[in-house]
């Protein structure tokens, strides 16, 4: 059944399949193609590559066909902090140290839900600094510094 | 016997006090995270990894994380039957009926059915895989590179077969895998590709960081969605040992769900999620009074419950057979072993023997110990029920932080952790299921290498290498499961299994 409008998550699903597959394919041509015989560094990737955009093709021309079910709404708060916590984690581990790091990455994430308050998220990040500077630095002895060279150490 | 002296040696192994001491933690944290609603088996262990890497004894650290494997799937169906939240399709089965015998006061014996099924499976899948094993290693010894080949294909088409939802799209994520999983230095010729000239992505994205990112990070989010209008409500558990017509009940499923289990869990590619699948319709077509399922039938839990658990064990047979993993969690121990300097495949058995029965052994032992402690400790599990998620997930996360980092005090891990929690939401709310693709991620390189080779040997005549009888079965096979999949007929009858979870 023919329709106008095509259904978006699916054209949008195909689409980011496509992206990567040219991304991918762009990629392997730099490298050494090779012969069937003996494939070079680029064959493999490159065929997967056409695979994975003949795919996203056929999915983005079944949304002009199908109707998919509605998608919902998406998180956006969740993964502003969620997304954020891991990077300001690796951002400030070595500068900050591991207390004041993991107190800000417990803090920060928090914020991730609508029902937390500030002082729920204080006591919450106070207690996951204090659990883990004790059981995974101090017990399990992961190698991490308590404080790092921004706190003038 | 041979037999005896290996399951010996795996007894011993496994039950020396540190190893017993840290399988029974990694059972305990195991079920602690595993009873989070929404959170499943393969998130839990993603996120529990990070700990088995200090472990210096690469036996110690897989019994430890055979133990939280089994902790997180009892864990799911916990929650699956008091709160009717399973965190994935395999204990979304013991949902159905369990939930409905919760919601009639009959908690208790619910759960319990589920442990004593899981344990009656887990003891006879174990003794499947110690008599199977020995022998299809000596059968997979003889493999080339070009059976291996088609193996790894057979094994990513089961896994597009049994995902959920379209075919095409579970195909597409597979496909996405492969070419993520070459990320970094090429085996054969030393080039280092798609790493942008970022040095240290030269040895390809981290593996943890990938699983943690695309089941750990991409659950959370999508359980922070409709937060505002959830509230979970969790049954009582009153009274918890089954009664004697409970007992009677459940004998016979029990052992059925125990042999479908057992076979299907060899199939590479899933074989845990199709074996409670299988289950539920298998009892509900021999009960006798098939309108009890949906409404708390006995049957309906102690089936699918010891299917998923003999599956569970026996997909262990291709993973330390082949080194194929048959579904993400065997992934994920498949990159436990090898940055435990550990090649699963066939090599294991002969080259590693204690490590080999002591993992079977622990396996048994992980069950036993889950029946023990788990049915007694069962009030303080649910009272971890009624925590808040909000409290609960900025913990998660920072544990999930440490973790990754400390794997090897790589900061792009922390990166690779934040992007593929992107990538895995994302596609995750396009309706494509992650597993497939960290299958794709985990058998890239080795699918490149393998093919790559295999036409070196046969002189770049493609025709040469396909028709090594091996190679050819097992590749038909792989052609007939795709094509079967995609009939209209098999389609349907796909989407009716797999919406009868919701």
């Known amino acids: ?153 | 016997m041979e037999l005896f002296d290996n399951l010996a040696l795996g007894f011993a192994t496994a039950s020396t006090l540190t190893n017993l001491g840290f399988c029974l933690i990694g059972v305990l944290l195991g079920t602690l995270i595993g009873v989070l609603p929404g959170i499943g088996a393969t998130a839990t262990i993603a996120m529990l990894l990070p700990l088995t890497y200090k472990i210096a004894d690469p036996v110690t650290s897989l019994i430890m994380l055979a133990g939280i494997y089994y902790g997180a799937q009892y864990g799911g169906s916990t929650t699956a039957i008091l709160v009717n939240m399973p965190g994935e399709s395999s204990s979304a089965v013991t949902a159905i009926d369990g939930y409905q015998m919760a919601k009639k006061g009959r908690a208790g014996p619910a759960l319990a059915i589920a442990a004593i099924g899981s344990f009656f499976a887990g003891t006879v899948a174990t003794m499947i895989v110690a008599v199977l094993a020995i022998p299809l290693i000596a059968y997979a010894l003889k493999f080339s590179t070009s059976e291996t080949f088609a193996l790894m294909v057979l094994g990513l088409i089961f896994a597009v077969a049994l995902a959920s939802g379209s075919v095409i799209k579970a195909l597409a994520m597979v496909v996405l895998g492969v070419l993520l999983g070459l990320v970094g230095s090429d085996t054969i010729s030393g080039d280092v590709r798609f790493a942008f000239d970022i040095p240290e992505l030269y040895e390809g994205f981290n593996f943890v960081a990938v699983a943690v990112g695309l089941f750990g990070v991409a659950e959370i989010l999508r359980n922070l969605e409709n937060e505002r209008s959830r509230d979970a409500k969790i049954a009582e558990i009153g009274e918890l040992y089954p009664s004697k017509d409970d007992w009677r009940q459940m004998a016979g499923p029990t052992v059925r769900g125990t042999l479908l289990g057992s076979l299907l869990g060899v199939l590479p590619g899933g074989g845990a999620i199709l074996a409670s699948f299988a289950s539920y319709t298998l009892e509900k077509r021999v009960s006798r009074n098939p309108k009890e399922f949906g409404q708390g039938a006995v049957a309906g839990v102690a089936g699918p419950e010891s299917a998923n658990n003999a599956a569970a064990q026996t997909s262990f047979i291709p993973l330390l057979t082949l080194g194929i993993p048959a579904n993400p969690v065997m992934a994920l121990m498949i990159g436990a072993m090898i940055i435990k300097g550990v090649i699963p495949g066939p090599n294991v058995a002969t080259e590693n023997q204690s490590l080999f029965w002591g993992l079977i052994a622990s396996m048994w032992i992980g069950n036993l110990m889950l029946v023990i402690l788990n049915l007694p400790l069962v009030g303080l599990w649910v009272k971890l029920l009624t925590v808040p998620y909000y409290i609960l997930f900025p913990i998660i996360m920072s544990f999930c932080a440490i973790g990754v980092y400390s794997v090897n005090s790589n900061v792009y891990d922390l990166y690779t952790v934040a992007g593929f929690g992107l990538l895995g939401y994302i596609l995750m709310k396009l309706r494509c299921e992650p597993a497939p693709l960290l299958l794709g991620f985990v058998l890239g390189d080795q699918l490149e290498e393998n093919l790559r080779q295999s036409m070196i040997k046969a002189f770049g005549d493609p025709w040469a290498m396909i028709s090594r009888p091996i190679t050819a079965t097992v590749l038909l096979l792989a052609l007939l499961v795709l094509v079967a999949t995609l009939l209209p007929a098999v389609r349907k009858k796909r989407e009716e299994v797999f919406v009868e979870e919701e």
């Open chain 1, 1 to 153: 059944m023919e329709k106008s409008r095509p259904d978006i998550p699916n054209l949008a699903c195909g689409a980011i399949f496509i992206v990567f597959g040219i991304l991918f394919a762009w990629q392997s041509l730099q490298h050494d193609l090779g012969i069937a015989l003996k494939m070079g560094p680029g064959y493999f990737p490159l065929v997967v590559s056409g695979i994975l955009i003949v795919l996203g093709a056929v999915i983005a021309a079944q949304s002009f066909r199908d109707e998919g079910e509605p998608i919902g709404e998406f998180a956006w708060r969740g993964m502003i902090f969620i997304l954020a916590s891991p990077i300001f984690f690796a951002l400030t581990v070595r500068g900050l140290g591991f207390v004041a790091s993991i107190f800000f990455t417990a803090l920060f994430a928090s914020f991730a839900s609508y029902r937390m308050t500030w002082l729920r998220a204080l006591i919450l990040a106070v207690a996951v600094t204090a659990f883990t500077t004790v059981v995974f630095v101090l017990g399990l002895g992961l190698p991490f510094r308590l404080t790092g060279p921004w706190l003038g150490q």
